[in-house]
């Protein structure tokens, strides 16, 4: 079975810019949790979406923004860019979501994001 | 509200030393719990989780950990450690609502 795939890996923007990163859960998973990860502020949580329907919202500014496709594939899309951006993101599915608390997620490779 | 310290951002020991990563937890409800490992450039990947049941689980690579409620901790430990143990490792709470992780310990294994 494959794995949690992200695309791009690799991605350089400018400040002011937007930017959409793609995340495809392993197959049969309905849930999608996005995370940042920075060396600062360390693994945070952004949202979780669950058959299409944004589930769970971490404390994030409304820039940051998600949706999933009925496919389960999930996109993160990030508007007026700024240097505080720059930070792996990361993607998780699981069969149940962070609802179903004994479910673990499984983590794609990330998407590192940098901003100039 | 749910959170979770890692005591010691970097942890190093000798190939074939105890390994011991700990984690303190609060949670308003029954706990689930999880150890995550990150290699460089990689996602996170899952060692191990606590639900219910029987407090000491055991997980991939060798490693384990026990739930203690009275110390509210779910220390990591692995009796020898090896070359490729060399990560970074996350701690993590679930509640009804999301994943709470630690800042992570970073591990070093020295020759």
């Known amino acids: 079975k494959a794995g949690v795939t992200q695309t791009p890996r690799y991605l350089i923007k400018t400040r002011g810019q937007q930017v959409t990163l793609s995340c495809s859960p392993i197959?049969?998973?309905?849930?999608v949790s996005w995370y940042q990860q920075t060396p600062g502020q360390g693994l945070q949580f952004l949202f979780e979406?669950?058959?299409?329907?944004?589930?769970n919202k971490g404390n994030f500014p409304g820039r940051f923004s998600g949706r999933q496709f009925s496919n389960s594939r999930s996109e993160m899309n990030v508007s007026t860019l700024e240097l505080g951006d720059s930070a792996l993101y990361l993607c998780?599915?699981?069969?149940?979501?962070?609802?179903?608390?004994?479910?673990?997620?499984?983590f794609g490779p990330g998407t590192r994001l940098t901003v100039t | 509200a749910q959170s979770v310290t890692q005591l010691g951002s970097h942890v190093s020991v000798s190939e074939g030393a105890l390994v011991l990563l700990r984690c303190n937890y609060s949670?308003?409800?029954?706990?689930?719990l999880f150890w995550y490992v990150q290699y460089p450039n990689q996602g996170l990947q899952l060692l191990l989780k606590?639900?219910?049941?029987?407090?000491l689980v055991k997980g991939i690579n060798g490693f384990e950990a026990e739930f203690k409620k009275s110390e509210t901790s779910f220390h990591l430990t692995k009796p020898s450690a090896h070359m490729s143990d060399a990560a970074e490792y996350f701690c993590?709470?679930?509640?009804?609502?999301?994943?709470?992780f630690g800042a992570g310990t970073r591990l070093t294994v020295k020759p």
């Open positions: 998780a599915s699981s069969l149940e979501g962070t609802s179903g608390r004994a479910s673990e997620q499984y």
């Open positions: 979406y669950f058959s299409e329907t944004q589930r």
């Open positions: 993590a709470v679930s509640d009804n609502n999301d994943m709470r």
């Open positions: 949670s308003s409800v029954p706990p689930y």
């Open positions: 197959s049969g998973h309905r849930s």
């Open positions: 606590y639900t219910t049941g029987a407090t």
